[in-house]
């Protein structure tokens, strides 16, 4: 048996950045990850590029059913530090747009950066790790199943450990660990084949914490049926759209794909769509629709609808329209109803999505642990003391472009300096 002062559970962007920062205090620190690496997610994120963080960030672009809770935790920790420490170790990196900020060459020097910095603190990182069972101690002993708050029991009821006592012990399948500070940094169900599990939601709730339904986000939108054969044949073509769901609309490419559609602005509204609710996309975003048709009708009196549209659209793209929703004529035979009929269409086109792909595509997970047993400040529960919940375990979840490691990097921040 072993005994640190802190195990992180999860060698990911959040656990890293919790264990560095721990280890950063003088703790002794463990990290434990069950797959080969650490760091998985962040290589493949970005295209391999690695959006690490977000200069935009602020409060309002992250998704929470307590939407308060990572104002303090964002406040405290900056896009400005991270590309502190970033810059500190020579990596060359580049805004790619909206504040997205991108390494230049590959994601694997952050991945290096965060275990230089953990090496650096004295953390101990232990991969191909898998943990086997997780309980409380109390006056020395494991806490049985009866002894656990019930999910719905009032805050606070889990006695603490004997000053100096470790108050938790994680069976491991390489060893047994005793700790005092146990942080739960095992992400969510996104991207399976990278080892996403829903290990951290089972011992959150073993621990008697709420977790919140959870879904897929970020994610590819699917079609069935009709509206997926008018568009099977467009796979590949792209274009500049504002897609709405409900209040909510995002400015930027789609991708038309073989089983619906993808894209930033499509992944971006995926966070508010619910299957069987409307998606509308505004096919000229920026432009005036009526104006513009009105405008190249009186140029342009005898050029077809679908040659016309096809100099505002994606030519197949704009084909597929006229075949599907519109009737290819002269402009000069729109009467201005018409004309105002077929702006309307291209300005709310309504699009219908059967659902989404699912959390094998997904580059987030919805919800997660209940926030309103967490402190917002230290990540630390309000029922067990010691134990800490950051990054996508938590019910919190940034847009698309950087800002979902961003909270990786201000929640593990906020525990790396408490736990």
Same mark, same amino acid.
């Given at each position: 048996m072993?005994?640190?002062? %802190? ?10 950045m919790?264990a560095?920062? !721990?280890g950063q ?15 998985k997610?962040i ?13 935009g ?10 939407? +308060?809770f990572?104002?303090?935790? @964002? !406040?405290?920790?900056t896009?400005?530090? =991270? ?10 990196? +580049?805004?790619?747009?909206?504040g ?5 060459? #590959?994601?694997?020097?952050?991945v ?17 790790c898998? %943990?086997?069972?997780?309980?409380a @101690? ?5 806490t049985?199943?009866?002894?656990r $708050? ?7 009821q ?8 470790p108050r =938790?012990?994680?069976?491991? #399948?390489?060893?047994?660990?005793e ?7 095992t992400?969510?169900?996104?991207i399976?084949?990278?080892?996403a599990?829903?290990? &951290?939601y089972a011992?959150?709730?073993?621990? &008697?914490?709420?977790? /919140?339904?959870?879904?897929? &986000?970020?994610? $590819? ?12 044949? /467009?796979?590949?073509?792209?274009l ?9 609309? =995002?400015?930027n490419?789609? *991708?038309?794909? +073989?089983?619906?559609?993808s894209?930033p ?15 509308e /996309?505004? @096919?000229?975003p920026?432009?005036d ?11 342009? $009196?005898?050029?077809? @609808? ?6 505002? *659209?994606?030519?197949? =793209?704009?084909?597929r *329209?006229c ?5 290819s ?6 009467? $201005?109803?018409a ?9 709310r ?5 059967s659902?989404?792909?699912g ?15 967490v402190?917002s #400040? ?10 800490y919940?950051?990054?996508?375990? /938590? ?25």
């Open positions: 072993e005994r640190v002062e %802190v195990c992180v559970i999860g060698g990911g962007a959040a656990g890293l919790t560095l920062n !721990a205090r003088g703790r002794r620190v463990r990290v434990i990850e069950h797959a080969n690496r650490c760091g997610k290589l493949m994120s970005g295209g391999g590029r690695c959006n690490f963080t977000n200069t960030t602020r409060p309002d672009h992250f998704l929470s059913a307590n939407p +308060h990572c104002k303090s935790a @964002l !406040a405290r920790y896009p400005a530090h =991270f590309i502190a420490m970033v810059e500190r170790h020579g990596i060359a990196y +580049h805004e790619k747009e909206l997205q900020l991108f390494c230049d060459d #590959s994601s694997k020097p952050i290096a950066m965060l275990l230089a910095e953990c090496e650096q603190a004295g953390v101990e990182v232990r991969t191909s898998s %943990v086997e069972s997780v309980a @101690l109390a006056t020395g002993a494991a049985t199943q009866a002894d $708050p019930a999910p719905d029991a009032g805050l606070g889990m006695p603490d450990a004997p000053a100096g006592a =938790f012990r994680v069976a491991s #399948s390489q060893g047994v660990i700790c005092d500070s146990l942080v739960v940094a992400g969510g169900l996104s399976p084949s990278l080892g599990t829903g290990f &951290g011992l959150a709730r073993q621990f &008697g914490h709420a977790v /919140l339904p959870t879904r897929a &986000g970020l994610v $590819p939108l699917t079609q069935t049926g009709k509206p997926a054969e008018q568009m099977a044949e /467009l796979a590949g073509v792209a500049p759209i504002t897609a709405r769901a409900g209040k909510t609309a =995002f400015t490419a789609m *991708l038309i794909t +073989h089983r619906g559609i894209g602005a499509i992944l971006q509204i995926s966070n508010y769509w619910q299957p069987g609710e409307p998606l /996309l505004d @096919l000229l920026g432009q629709a009526l104006a513009t048709l009105s405008a190249l009708r009186q140029s342009r $009196p005898d050029a077809q @609808l679908r040659t016309v549209l096809a100099e505002l *659209l994606p030519k197949r =793209f704009a084909e *329209l075949e599907t929703a519109f009737e004529r002269p402009m000069r035979q729109y009467e $201005p109803k004309l105002a009929a077929i702006a309307a269409q291209l300005a086109f309504a699009l219908v999505c659902g989404t792909e959390y094998r595509t997904a580059e987030v997970t919805l919800g997660g642990v209940d926030t309103r047993e402190s #400040s230290t990540m630390e529960s309000r029922r067990v003391p010691g134990l919940f950051v990054g996508e375990v /938590l019910d919190v979840t940034g847009w698309l472009g950087g800002y979902n490691f961003q909270w990786a990097w201000a929640s593990g921040f906020a525990a790396g300096q408490h736990a």
